[in-house]
């Protein structure tokens, strides 16, 4: 694919992501406010509307004016990496965290009293470890896929491909 191509690709998949994360989140404040957890495939998933001022875990509490700009900083560091995507697979890893850690950051930037103050919508309940959104889904996934490439050797930039081997075309002419 050409250099094009695969941002064009990144950057769609971020949308693409973006957009599943909103609206899920805009129907689960919608249809889940003041419902109690609705179990979906029994006890291992289930749905309940939950605003995290936190991090993961609810981590940070209290600090979420730095974990708007650490989100802010994150989504800026993964566009410039976007526009240098090597390859489809880093495409699709870059782009998936493109999109959890924009929808994250308006979150909060946008969903609070004031400006960057927000909370992060959660619904997702895993068995009641912990509860999360789609986002979380593009990041963790994406995260995974990244180390995966990673340990598999699979380089990110130009320059940490190894070099093709040349084989001489022709005899050499020189005699030893």
């Known amino acids: 694919m050409s250099r094009r191509s695969l941002t064009v690709l990144t950057f769609s998949l971020a949308a693409v992501w973006i957009a599943l994360d909103q609206v899920t989140k805009f129907w689960a404040e919608n249809s889940l406010v003041g419902q109690p957890r609705v179990p979906v495939l029994g006890g291992w998933f289930g749905l309940i509307l939950v605003y995290n001022p936190g991090a993961a875990f609810g981590l940070g509490t209290g600090y979420i004016w730095i974990l708007t700009v650490i989100a802010g900083i994150a989504a800026i560091a993964l566009v410039v990496l976007a526009f240098r995507v090597p390859s489809l697979v880093w ?22 009293e004031t400006l960057g103050s927000g909370h992060i919508v959660d619904f997702i309940d895993y068995g009641g470890f912990f509860v999360g959104n789609v986002a979380d889904i593009a990041l963790v996934g994406a995260a995974l896929g990244a180390v995966l490439l990673s340990f598999l050797g699979v380089p990110f930039s130009e320059s940490a491909r190894p070099a093709p081997e040349t084989s001489p075309t022709a005899p050499s002419s020189r005699q030893p």
């Open 91 to 112: 495409g699709i890893a870059i782009g998936s965290m493109l999109g959890g850690a924009i929808s994250h950051f308006f979150d909060r930037l946008l969903r609070g």
